[in-house]
């Protein structure tokens, strides 16, 4: 399919997009001008010997998830009591994500959750994982510099996080909660792949969203080692097509975040829609209709994609099934059917490839001759519930370091950037 012809990487292009992106890494460091914020988390790796009973609220933009863990020491840990709560709901008829939302409606929403989980009588520090760009100047201050993943609650950007939380905690009289620590979700996951494993060195999130951070061998700040928060989803100095131009052109801050509106869970199902769309109005699919399900914004979501790429059978009988529940289309021709999975897997490879390129950037930037083991710690619903998105990853990498394939592990560090608050929390006690 010609139209889908800009979507196809070749291994020469990944390559030059990892070199461009460790070279936007090294400027963001410098405090040059780059679409990589590269921003200080105040932290390093834990010793796998911390411990203590902590509470952690993972706030990342689609659920709030409350937990509280028992970090053991030995690189074990256990999660006591956990609860997950969406963040818009339809049905229940409510949704903190709006512009018409407060920023302080939010936090007691936040705090509300929390108080449901406590036990009497006794105190626990607080992780705070807020999975937004925000400028750090200590352990315990972020500033949100702005909203991603489309949320728009107003009164919190250009804020300190940790003091609108310390208020509501204040305003509910909650003293058993004593704020401690405030991380991003890629430093949560790989805190929580680092405590057990000392090879872990670069955490990302393929989820809702994406980013990436790594441990900084030198960082400008400190000159020490360092865990930094590449903010990698704003990368953009790459090959973008004119349904990505679309989407970016139609999402809420166009021109930001050009990476993740490439590759994030929030973003490739509307990529999908915007292309099938454009097949149906040339005619190449659904010639007798124009299902109202592709002419609607955001309506195809990742889990969509996930239905379409689980289907290996020969007719197709899973794509018909979602097109008959899913879209109100009956009846459809194998190659429509065909033709659907076939761009749902072009995007999902895509995104796969671009971020194995920023990975390879990484890589290079810490380790410039391969010489040491890594593992990427990774969390997300697309590299954990994707068909095929772990391996093809996996191997997308270890091909490009195909001398020293075994130097590189990827790691699903599932509900790492929760636990990682956890984690946070005890290194500031230690
Ligand atoms: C967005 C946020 C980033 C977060 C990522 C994954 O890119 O800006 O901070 O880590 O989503 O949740």
Redo the contacts with the bound molecule.
Sequence with gaps: MHALAGFILHEPQILEIANRFQKAMTDGLAGKSSSLKMLPSFLTKPTGQEKGIYLAVDF??TNVRVLTVEIQGNGAYRTLRRRSFPLRDREEGYDFTTRETAGSDLFRFIAEQMEAILVPGQTYPLGFTF???SRQTGIYQAVLIKW??EIQTSGVEGYDVAELLQKTLDGKNLKQVIPRAII???VGTLLTAAYSDQQADIGS?C?????TCYLEPSSPMTGKPMII?I?S??YNELPATDYDMQLDKQSQIPGD?RL?KMV?GQYIGELTRIIIQDFINNKLLFASGRPEIFFTPYNIKAKDLARLLADESPELTGVSQWLKTNCQIPCSLLEERTALRTIATTVITRSIQLIAATFTGVLKHIDPGLEKQHTIAID?SLFELMPGYANKLNSTLKNIFKDKPDLITTKLTKHGSGVGAAIAAAIIED
Excluded: A, V
């Design positions: 990342g933009g999975s937004f760009p991603t993943k991003n979700d890629t999130i989820g809702t969203g994406h980013n928060n903010e989803g704003n975040q993740e994030g997300g």
